[in-house]
């Protein structure tokens, strides 16, 4: 059985950083994909970032490019989204999500996912 766990949401002011981390178990993600996603009230689950286990190619949303960077520390099955330069419409509850997506961008083709974590950005 997987399991992700997220941690490290809060509230910060617009212009902060925030790390979140999401720590993998239960099997070996050598040929997994870790995604964040994240959903605002009311709207649907859109994907922020990902990153290939296995040679650790990148992927952004527009809306996060330059400001966000998704990371891996194999040695501890964790994936890392740093975000800095936080914006009032970067507040959701952000999630970690394990799969072998053909398209990294789409939420059905990962199997797995965390229970997420808040995060709210004061303007």
């Known amino acids: 059985q997987v399991q992700l766990a997220e941690s490290g949401g809060g509230l910060v002011q617009a212009g902060g950083s925030l790390r979140l981390s999401c720590a993998a178990s239960?099997?070996?993600?050598?040929?997994?994909?870790m995604g964040w996603f994240r959903q605002a009230p009311g709207k649907e689950r859109k994907f922020v970032a990902a990153?290939?286990?296995?040679?650790?190619?990148?992927y952004y949303a527009d809306s996060v490019k330059g400001r966000f960077t998704i990371s891996r520390d194999n040695a501890k099955n964790t994936v890392y989204l740093q975000m800095n330069s936080l914006k009032f419409e970067d507040t959701a509850v952000y999630y970690c999500?394990?799969?072998?997506?053909?398209?990294?961008?789409?939420?059905?083709?990962?199997?797995?996912w965390g229970q997420g974590t808040q995060v709210t950005v004061s303007s």
């Open positions: 990153i290939r286990w296995s040679g650790g190619a990148t």
């Open positions: 999500a394990a799969g072998t997506p053909t398209i990294v961008v789409i939420t059905a083709q990962y199997d797995y």
């Open positions: 239960g099997r070996t993600f050598s040929s997994y994909a």
